[in-house]
């Protein structure tokens, strides 16, 4: 199995594994209780707070466990709108995360505006300029730091200084970077998230990380109240492994983009006709969202499943039953494009080998797909 479906989920690091199998076998005691076992792992989860704050630059009570980044976005709109009154606006990228688009139009009823795409896949700096300039400036501002779908890097820096200048909330959806590129910068956000299983961690946990949050989970004084609930502390020092075994690898990850731009020129060769989504952008290492020359994506998909290499339709939170895929509304695609969209998003496991290997795929599946195409019109004759 070559498993090219990173941007949905990743497997458990080794590393994370061992802490989180430990942690369900001797450290399964209450972190609030009075007890000695109750302050030891309350004395744990306190050293994997001060160390992932000190990686982001962030203080010690700027880090809120979550059950992940659903929740943590969730809990941003949620905490601004409570303080804002019924004529503020927000103001989203057209890329973000229906956990974002979703939120944001849940808590800010039509008081919601989108910046335009560019046909990159990018957001236009000058235009969030211009808007904060001219237009009456909006409580809260979010921009994903990289696209889910197509990997593409949004200028998310520039655009935190610039809504900081203005005194306006920067939100920044940074769970495709974390764990993939550097995070210094983020700091300079007033807040941004991570979800655990991006990066080898255990899923059902992520971090919120910053400013100015009210409480949004009632009934309990954990997280600093701002998250009642008892704490998952396997999870948390799970993903805390997961994250400074990442943090640590020292791997080049120039050398694993290489590998992927090689892998796009010879699709390309495959298929002239191939479109690949964001390639003149910065975009993150691992990610290829191409449009393929013909036949609906879930065939693709099926049909390299059959051969052992799963690769993606894009979002897989904008699949089936979850709805469309944003950057494909926010790109105008057509409808055939939008059910022609593959996304193959790798990790540090894969290997030149596996990326050569899934190209043969795709031309073995593109013979087979074409041969059931001709057989299909011959019957139907």
């Known amino acids: 199995m070559s498993y090219f479906d990173n941007n949905a989920t990743t497997p458990l690091h080794p590393n994370a594994h061992e802490v989180f199998v430990k942690a ?10 009075p007890y000695r076992l109750g302050a030891q ?8 707070r001060e160390e992932i704050s000190s990686i982001f630059g962030v203080s010690h009570d700027e880090v809120v466990f979550t059950s992940g980044a659903t929740e943590a976005n969730n809990s941003v709109f949620f905490a601004l709108s409570r303080s804002s009154s019924s004529s503020d606006r927000v103001l989203l990228s057209p890329f973000e995360h229906p956990s ?15 910046l335009r795409a560019q046909p990159d896949g990018t957001i236009c700096i000058s235009e969030l300029e211009d808007y904060l300039r001219i ?16 990997g593409v890097v949004q200028p998310w820096k520039e655009a935190a200084v610039i809504c900081k200048s203005h005194g306006i909330h920067f939100h920044c959806d940074s769970t495709q970077l974390i764990g993939k590129k550097n995070v210094k910068g983020l700091s300079l956000c007033s807040s941004f998230i991570s979800s655990a299983h991006k990066f080898g961690g255990p899923k059902g946990v992520g971090w919120l990380m910053g400013k100015c949050f009210s409480p949004f989970l009632i009934g309990g004084q954990q997280e600093k109240g701002m998250r009642g609930g008892t704490e998952n502390f396997a999870a948390v020092s799970s993903s805390h492994a997961a994250f400074l075994a990442v943090e640590n690898s020292c791997i080049d ?4 983009a290489a590998i ?16 690949i989504i964001g390639c003149g952008a910065r975009r993150l290492w691992n990610t290829s969202l191409m449009i393929m020359p ?5 065939r693709w998909v099926g049909k390299l499943d059959k051969l052992g290499f799963q690769v993606s339709t894009g979002s897989a939170c904008s699949t089936s039953k979850f709805g469309g ?15 022609r969209l593959v996304r193959v998003s790798s990790y540090f496991s894969n290997s030149s080998a596996d990326w050569a290997a899934l190209l043969s795929a795709f031309d073995k599946t593109f013979m087979e797909l074409q041969e059931e195409s001709r057989d299909s019109a011959v019957i139907s004759l």
């Open 24 to 33: 369900l076998s001797e450290s399964w005691a209450n972190p609030s209780s």
């Open 41 to 48: 792992l309350r004395a744990s989860l306190e050293i994997c």
């Open 100 to 114: 974002v688009t979703d939120a944001a139009e849940y808590w800010f009823p039509k008081r919601v505006d989108f």
């Open 135 to 150: 237009s009456t400036p909006p409580v809260l501002v979010s921009i994903m730091a990289a696209s889910n779908e197509s």
């Open 253 to 256: 990850t120039s050398e694993l």
């Open 260 to 275: 992927r731009d090689r892998f796009e020129h010879q699709m390309l060769k495959l298929f002239p006709d191939l479109k």
């Open 294 to 298: 013909d036949f609906e994506n879930f």
């Open 325 to 339: 895929s944003p950057l494909a509304t926010a790109l105008n695609l057509s409808d055939i494009e939008s059910r």
